[in-house]
Nanobody, 123 residues
Framework: VQLQASGGGLVQTGDSLRLSCAASGFNFRIYTAGWFRQAPGKEREFVAAKNYRDGRTSYADSIKGRFTISRNNARDTVDLQMNSLKPEDTAVYYC?????????????????WGQGTQVTVSG
């Protein structure tokens, strides 16, 4: 079982970045896919999720309208398009998979986690 996140980097305020996560070793297409992030000195927090059956999504209020989660079940990938980035978006971003059929924000409902990719937004 593996979730491999990529696409992080150093950008400036207002820039865009697209993260991607590739799943392997399990039937990813029947799992809800989520993104979380952890900023330095802070707890990990929910960013976005998209379930597999009806494509419902949920977003954290802090990123709503700026970030978009999408998934390609044929390729077993989930992406996070991040626009209008702010310094407070700086964090390590993790992709995760949950067996619950809803776009849950609860960490404990996610069974599989990727290794994280660093996003740094300079002011």
């Amino acid at each position: 079982v593996q979730l491999q996140a990529s696409g992080g980097g150093l950008v400036q305020t207002g820039d865009s970045l697209r993260l991607s996560c590739a799943a392997s070793g399990f039937n990813f297409r029947i799992y809800t896919a989520g993104w979380f992030r952890q900023a330095p000195g802070k707890e990990r927090e929910f960013v976005a999720a998209k379930n597999y059956r009806d494509g419902r999504t949920s977003y954290a209020d802090s990123i709503k309208g700026r970030f978009t989660i999408s998934r390609n079940n044929a390729r077993d990938t989930v992406d996070l398009q991040m626009n209008s980035l702010k310094p407070e978006d700086t964090a390590v971003y993790y992709c995760a998979a949950s067996g619950y059929n809803r776009p849950t924000s609860a960490e404990y409902e996610y069974s599989y986690w990727g290794q994280g990719t660093q996003v740094t937004v300079s002011g």
